[in-house]
């Protein structure tokens, strides 16, 4: 039988990524950042006022990345929780990155001491997920993520992974959509105190799958 599996997200799941995204903002370029129900794109204005551009929003997002991964802090629990799996689980993180930034993304979670395979994804997670489960062999797996559109796209291609919505930011986990209540996750938790014994009971089950 294969192990069980889990398959995380990494910004605001292990790692903290708005906060610091939105300090180097300010500090850097003189933009506001403050993601209070407003879609990303529209959730950050000049010192006058001035929206951004959405061309321009995910070319300051690609520039964190390119120069600012080594300031992104564990989330609290965050690194003993996923020590904690590995010991009875294999564990992958599913990044939405480039493909040119896996190297930089598994250089950055290892310098924390977190050692795992990283796959670095565009778009809906649900196709690389497919995928990845397949390639385990993993008939027991849970999805963690902080973004409903990737619990959704998971719920429609490997309905019977169990998904978790987890958002360990709590500057922005009141005002991002839920997907525990659309009903494309199987639960909300948003700590890993709370988080790591769900996943380890759901991963042991005997009913494991579409709940």
């Known amino acids: 039988m294969s192990r069980p599996l889990v ?12 906060r610091h995204f939105a300090e180097w903002l300010d500090r850097e370029h003189g933009i506001a950042f403050s993601l209070q129900g407003d879609p990303f794109v529209q959730s950050m204005r000049r010192n006058d006022g001035q929206p951004l551009g959405e061309a321009e929003v995910w070319g300051l997002l690609g520039g964190f990345f390119d120069t600012e991964m080594a300031s992104q802090q564990p989330i609290a629990g965050a690194v003993a929780a996923i020590t904690e799996l590995q010991r009875e689980a294999d564990v992958v993180v599913l990044t939405n990155l480039g493909d040119e930034r896996n190297e930089a993304r598994k250089r950055q979670l290892e310098a924390v001491g977190i050692h795992a395979p990283v796959y670095t994804n565009l778009g809906p997670k649900g196709g690389l997920l497919q995928r990845i489960v397949a390639e385990h062999g993993a008939s027991r797996a849970v ?18 992974v169990h998904r978790l919505h987890f958002c360990g930011e709590p500057a922005i ?8 209540s659309k009903g494309h996750a199987h639960a909300r938790i948003d700590n890993w105190a709370d988080a790591l014994p769900w996943i380890v009971e759901t991963l ?6 579409e709940g």
């Open 204 to 209: 042991h089950s005997e009913g494991h799958g």
């Open 143 to 160: 999805f963690i993520d902080d973004i409903a559109q990737h619990h959704k796209s998971a719920s429609e291609h490997v309905p019977h």
């Open 173 to 180: 986990a009141p005002h991002i959509p839920c997907a525990h």
């Open 7 to 18: 398959v995380t997200d990494c910004d605001e799941v292990l790692l903290h990524m708005v």
